[in-house]
């Protein structure tokens, strides 16, 4: 039976895929900081939540592990916690700033670090991470936010090579806006302007499409009542000398 552990599971699309993958009679590891929502959610789909601040490397290893633990193998590994609102440069709010560099690199980065040894060793398998169309094109509403996601799309293009070495295919999704509370307070603009909101289920589903996939290295687009488009990138390669 296929093992999935998500980080920021609790809420969201990682809720949304948590039960996506559940339904398909997955074993769901539901890793997030939120205990109360993430207990509850474990409960509901008859998987197990672990406490993860994902900005702790020891965190992201005690997760892996308890999926080892728990059900004795990881197949897939969603890395989906994210956040924003830091500001621009001139109102930049410096603390949101670290915490938002923290958790969406230092939190895709140590996740990485954690899920490939596992999967490696149990015969390989597949981690998606959450990037945004804000890693693909400017998001002057939070640049330090678009900024992190750019990155993670960057690490996923760079390590996709070494993974594959080890059977692990590595991508990345991009959704748009999505119907979560990170787009509450911005929810009348977007309808002012016409902009469409996915449904964190649509996004659920296109996770466990690019998971169960062959593809490595890519960035998918994923916009509400659209099928996902894999992004098209210059074919250049930088390498040592």
């Not at 998001?139 to 993974?163: E, M, N």
């Not at 059977?167 to 787009?183: D, H, S």
Request: proline residues 3%; charged residues 15%; contains cysteine.
């Amino acid at each position: 039976m296929t093992v999935v552990l998500i980080t920021g599971g609790a809420n969201g699309i990682g809720a949304a895929v948590a039960r996506h993958f559940a339904a398909d009679g997955a074993h769901v590891v539901v890793a997030d900081i939120e205990e109360q929502a993430g207990a509850a959610l474990a409960e509901e789909i008859g998987g197990l939540f672990v406490r993860t601040d994902v900005t702790s490397e020891a965190d992201n290893e005690a997760a892996v592990r308890a999926a080892l633990s728990a059900f004795g193998g990881l197949d897939v590994v969603h890395l989906n916690a994210g956040t924003g609102g830091a500001g621009g440069l001139a109102d930049l709010n410096v603390d949101r700033y670290r915490r938002t560099l923290a958790v969406n690199v230092d939190g895709t980065v140590f996740g990485l670090r954690a899920a490939y040894p596992a999967l490696r060793d149990t015969g390989g398998g597949a981690i998606v991470v959450t990037s945004s169309l804000a890693g693909i094109s400017p998001a002057t509403f939070d640049p330090v936010y678009s900024a992190t996601k750019h990155a993670i799309i960057g690490l996923v293009r760079s390590l996709a090579p070494a993974c594959a070495e080890a059977g692990i295919t590595l991508n990345a999704i991009c959704p748009g806006f999505v119907e979560t509370r990170m787009i509450a307070g911005i929810k009348p603009a977007l309808a002012e302007h016409g902009l469409a909101v996915a449904s964190p289920a649509e996004i659920a589903a296109a996770v466990a499409t690019i998971a169960s996939a062959t593809g490595s290295g890519d960035a998918w687009m994923l916009q509400a009542g659209r099928a996902a488009e894999r992004v098209q990138f210059p074919a250049v390669t930088l390498s040592q000398a």
